[in-house]
């Protein structure tokens, strides 16, 4: 008999939870987070600056588009009301923050000199903050269908608070996804070392954030939600586990209470009550205090062990990622049926006086936010989103408080002059602690010389964290060298697509044109081959038939030809006109020498045979074919004629004596 054997696995845990358990390894990065630690930082309490001033809502949506205004300029609007509309399905509804008036509409700068101006909406605020009725609420959410939470997240302008800020409804609309969702990740790990923002909200709103993970999860099908949270905010850590286990005793008392009231009842009314909500297991997960390990990429591979490739969506994966702010965003939106206003910003840096948390309004102007948590006049350079991979903006009114803004940094010294840089050394530095494992310093060469190459090395795939340049010994602008590159190969791709675009305009307007000059040429050809016919029935029954009839074939060439007879009839008598007009004019001036004129019939004669002659020679006309016709006819005129000629004699040809008798007789008239 073999030997059992020992089973080295918790008997508790799926084999697959087990052996990913077992196999998790650490992600790359830096731990660069002792800086921002949350004992140094005061996260709470959150602070509300006051609602007043001139708030300003951009109307251009991520995807490039511009939303529609549904207010006019003067309109008083509400707090919570719909301001403007989004154009197509994956943009988002636009809410007034607070309510005033709509002042006007003006071209807004953008903070990133890339993106270029846009639209906004200014709202002058009442300070009375009077709010619009919020939507009917949702609370029973697991009787919804999907397609109904989806247009309520719509609708209440839901977008990704984590920092890129994509439309939430289309990130949740998975139903044509062939890969069902086996995982819900909710990111409480923020993405900056020095952002204090989700820590604050997971201390202030778990409760919320656990049933806003349920909805969505409900929506997308999920078996299990993980939430990681850096493992250095222990606060937040706490407050999550226990309203997480608070969550599960709470379904569990209702689960028993609704099957014992159902189990007792005695009326139909009772009996029908609904069932009790669903709840999805829930884990929470400390995560090592590496940065970035906010990126999706990062947490996934760590959480699940999977490595995702940059620019796949995750949902092909099996699991999809959403920030804990997001969660709340879907609670309000559904629970309460309130649009998303506001948001948490961090407020730090050595330029503010007062660093915090803050709960700031959409469209909130940066410029007075200044004033209130105390920015000095002599900062040198604010950063917005954070310090490692935030963008340098400008304190004016046009910068304003977005959806994705995660923080705003000011600091009193400028930012350091970029150091005399080096040569590579090939240290190797760059590669070890690159999270997406690239190759800073080939990228960094190629993106100089061969920016085919670099796209070989994955340049795309650079999610510019900015770790490279942050270690490297030669003070290589690493980064900075990756985006101008990406920025190149974007505007290329961008050129490319509108030249592939001009060029099928241009073939398609070129047989446009083809199909048009043959259709007007089918239908003038019909039209004079209709004339020909009318023509032709018109001859044959004024002209008295005393021919014997023939074929059907002989007679029909017959009519063609007595129509080209009548039409080279026609032009020679115009043109005979014309030239008998041309010669009562030369004969008004004396001084020029005049010919015996000819009689009007040998006029005729003459330019029907020049007009036959011209005619027949220029093939290029598109009337050709009937030009022929015509010089055929003459051609058969003048044989009649000369066969005439032939038999009477009163139809002879002039001999040289006559020509001399009628030289003499000029001569003596003269």
Known sequence: MKPTRTATMPSVKPLKDWWIAQTKRQPKGLNISAHGTSDAFPTLPIQSPP?????????????????IPTVNHGDYVLAGAVIARPVSDIGLYIHAPTSGTVIQIP?????????????????????????????????????????????????????????????????????????????????????????????????????????????????????????????????????MKAAIDTAIDTAIETTIETTATKAAATDKTTTNMPPAPPVIPMQIEALPALYPIGSRYQIAEYLLGKKTPVGVRAHHFGFICHNVATAKSVYDAVILGSPLTERLVTFGGDAITQPGVYRCKIGAPLSALSTHVGMTKNTAVVLSGGVMMGDVIHCNDSTTIKKETTGIFA????????????????????????????????????????????????????IECGLCSYVCPSDIPLVEIIQDAKAVHRLNTAEKALAEQAKIRHEARLTRLEKQAAEREE??????????????????????????????????????????????????????????????????HPQQTTTPSATAENLAENLADNSSDSMTANTDNPYHPYQTLIAEALQRTQTRKNQQAAHDPKHKQPSQTDADDAKTQGDEST
């Open 523 to 588: 239908k003038l050809t019909k039209q004079l081959a209709k004339q020909l016919t009318i023509h032709a029935d018109d001859q044959s029954n004024t002209t008295p038939n005393t021919e014997t009839k023939t074929q059907p074939n002989t007679q029909s060439s017959l009519n063609q030809a007595q129509t080209a007879d009548l039409i080279a009839g026609a032009i020679a008598r115009s043109q005979a006109r014309l030239q008998e007009k041309s010669q009562a004019k030369k004969q008004q």
């Open 51 to 67: 609602i007043d001033g001139r708030y300003r809502l951009s109307l251009r949506q991520r995807n490039g588009e511009l939303a």
């Open 107 to 239: 071209i807004e700068n953008a903070a990133n000199p890339l993106q270029g101006g846009c639209q906004a909406l200014d709202i002058i605020a009442d300070n009375k903050a009077q709010h619009a009725p919020n939507l009917p609420p949702m609370r029973d959410y697991w009787l919804w269908d999907e397609r109904d939470l989806l247009q309520r997240i719509q609708q209440c302008g839901v977008a990704g608070m984590g920092g890129a800020g994509f439309a939430t409804e289309k990130k949740l609309n998975l139903s044509k996804t062939p890969t069902p969702i086996d995982t819900l990740i909710i990111n409480g790990a923020e993405s900056d070392p020095y952002l204090h923002s989700d820590e604050a909200l997971m201390q202030c709103h778990a409760e919320q954030i656990i049933t806003g993970a349920q909805i969505i999860g409900h929506i997308v099908k999920a078996k299990q939600i993980l939430i990681g949270v850096n493992a250095e905010k222990n606060q937040a850590l706490a407050t």
């Open 411 to 462: 600091f009193i010294e400028a930012m350091p002059k970029q150091p005399q840089t080096q040569r590579c050394i090939r240290c190797g530095v760059c590669a070890d602690v690159c999270p997406v494992n690239l190759l800073p310093q080939q990228l960094q060469y190629y993106a100089k010389s061969a920016p085919e190459k670099a796209l070989a090395y994955r340049l795309t795939d650079c």
